[in-house]
């Protein structure tokens, strides 16, 4: 299944996206957060759909999306995790997973404006494949851990690079400005997606490719990711962990290359769909 959510800001509806469009699933009664998760939500749902699908009204082309999944009760992400990116950036490859968290007040949905934190200069992109915890993991050992695995999404993991790294303390300040995780434009379940391990992902600014890799080269993978993190924490129904992003961000480039007003930011990955952003300045 492919799992949506649409409608204004905080006020999103769940729904299902199918060949035949995009189908609001309000009558199945819950949104897709912690408790749907928990309780065999993907389960219930397929089997609801199956006898109530027929009876579900489309939505309109044009609806906003929001983020797929609600609100988490965390934001989880590896940083470095493919070589090239690690080169790029001038860093050591890592030999455990770099764990950092982006706050969950910086998740908006796939095609919502990037707003450039106020007094930003480094605002930078980064496309990133997330997965999305189907339910309570704690001390989950590596050849267990895709049982705990939902589904996946496209992610922006929007960064502003002074805030990161010239400011002292941890990434997640820079990491974490409203509209920062733009997230979906679906939560696909695992049972969609193949091998998540030979995925391409891409994006582009103004159209020019910036960033094009595959998941091949995940420098730790999936399982090992989720196994790892539930060893220091319990990963909660509906959490998101971000994996990481291959080279081609703007903090690779020499000249280095940062987001700005009018910047339009393109990306997807195999099976997950696409989203897009267009930069707009912080108003009071």
Not at 182 to 210: A, C, F, S, Y
Request: contains cysteine; charged residues 25%; hydrophobic residues 40%.
């Amino acid at each position: 299944m492919k799992l949506i959510r649409f409608g204004l800001l905080g006020e999103e509806k769940p729904g299902v996206a199918t060949e035949a469009g995009m189908f609001d699933v309000s009558a199945f009664g819950e949104d897709f957060g912690e408790r749907f998760f928990e309780t065999d939500g993907l389960e219930r749902l397929a089997k609801w759909w199956a006898a109530n699908g027929g009876n579900c009204p489309k939505v309109p082309e044009g609806t906003r999306l929001g983020s797929c999944v609600q609100r988490p009760s965390k934001i989880i992400c590896i940083g470095l995790n493919y070589a090239d990116h690690a080169r790029e950036t001038n860093a050591a490859i890592p030999t455990e997973p770099i764990v950092f968290f982006k706050s969950t007040s910086s998740l908006v949905g796939p095609n919502d404006n990037l707003v450039i934190p106020r007094n930003s200069e480094k605002t930078d992109w980064e496309v990133e494949l997330a997965v999305i915890i189907g339910k309570k993991a704690s001390y989950v050992e590596q050849n267990e851990a895709m049982d705990y695995v939902a589904g996946y999404a496209l992610h922006n993991d929007y960064s502003e690079r002074a805030f990161q790294l010239e400011r002292n303390g941890q990434w997640v300040k820079g990491k974490s400005a409203d509209t920062f995780a733009p997230l979906g434009p679906w939560m696909v379940t695992k049972d969609e997606i193949k091998d998540v391990h030979n995925l391409r992902l891409w994006l582009t600014v103004n159209g020019k490719k910036m960033q094009d890799g595959n998941t091949s080269n995940f420098i730790f993978n999936v399982p090992y990711v989720v196994s790892y993190l539930s060893q220091f924490m319990t990963l909660l129904p509906g959490d998101v962990i971000s994996t990481g992003t291959p080279a081609g961000v703007g903090l690779g480039f020499n000249p280095q290359i940062y987001l700005k007003a009018g910047d339009v930011i393109e990306l997807g990955i195999d099976g997950l769909g696409t989203s897009r952003q267009e930069a707009v300045a912080w108003k009071k």
